[in-house]
Antibody, heavy 118, light 108 residues
Framework: EVQLVESGGGLVQPGGSLRLSCAASGFSFGTYWMTWVRQAPGKGLEWVASIKEDGSEKYYVDSVKGRFIISRDKAKNSLHLQMSSLRADDTAVYYC???????????WGQGSLVTVSS | SYVLTQPPSVSVAPGKTASITCEKDNIGGYSVHWYQQRPGQAPVLIISYDSDRPSGIPERFSGSNSGNTATLTISGVEAGDEADYYCQLWDTRSDLWVFGGGTKLTVL
């Protein structure tokens, strides 16, 4: 059974940093692209970042470029999102998801809430 | 900016058919995927590649895509179908994954 479990969310002050993690199990982690998708309170889904199977390619939505870094650890079957220079509009539930055939998201975690506030 | 346009809300009586649209110029040239998100839950993939249903998704859910409109159709709507629905595609030219704004389905 595919499982994705996010952790690391919490309350952080504007300008601060936070690192999200996603523990993957039930599939061959090293053979799938992975992604982060976020959802601000009461809003829709927004794709944030994606990373290739071997970590050699990374893509970001414009609003987080230069502030967020997506990475993965093949040995630990884990996905990470290092977030810095956080702003109030980064407040959201962040979902980890598996990318299938490079174009859609077939499994999702339960989400991790990040709140940016003073 | 990149826009996939969905109606904010759709209402339907139980047992009837609901149609949720997703519009973009020449969307028919892309593969469109649909997700269901019930309140307080993570999204679930319900349609991939315009019309394919993943294992476990009821046949009541179907999809189509042509021209400038992709459509999610839910037949015999049930109370449990009340949720937000999102369309999504991957733009191979820009390497971006894009979601529509979402449609709230209300079962009357």
């Amino acid at each position: 059974e595919v499982q994705l479990v996010e952790s690391g969310g919490g309350l952080v002050q504007p300008g601060g940093s936070l690192r999200l993690s996603c523990a993957a199990s039930g599939f061959s982690f090293g053979t799938y692209w992975m992604t982060w998708v976020r959802q601000a309170p009461g809003k829709g889904l927004e794709w944030v970042a994606s990373i290739k199977e071997d970590g050699s390619e990374k893509y970001y939505v414009d609003s987080v470029k230069g502030r967020f870094i997506i990475s993965r650890d093949k040995a630990k079957n884990s996905l990470h999102l290092q977030m810095s220079s956080l702003r109030a509009d980064d407040t959201a539930v962040y979902y980890c998801a598996r990318i299938n055939q490079l174009d859609h998201f077939d499994y999702w975690g339960q989400g991790s809430l990040v709140t940016v506030s003073s | 900016s990149y826009v996939l346009t969905q109606p904010p809300s759709v209402s339907v009586a139980p047992g009837k058919t609901a149609s949720i649209t997703c519009e973009k110029d020449n969307i028919g040239g892309y593969s469109v995927h649909w997700y269901q998100q019930r309140p307080g839950q993570a999204p679930v993939l319900i349609i991939s590649y315009d019309s394919d249903r993943p294992s476990g998704i009821p046949e009541r859910f179907s999809g189509s895509n042509s021209g400038n409109t992709a459509t999610l159709t839910i037949s015999g709507v049930e109370a449990g179908d009340e949720a937000d629905y999102y369309c999504q595609l991957w733009d191979t030219r820009s390497d971006l994954w894009v979601f529509g704004g979402g449609t709230k389905l209300t079962v009357l």
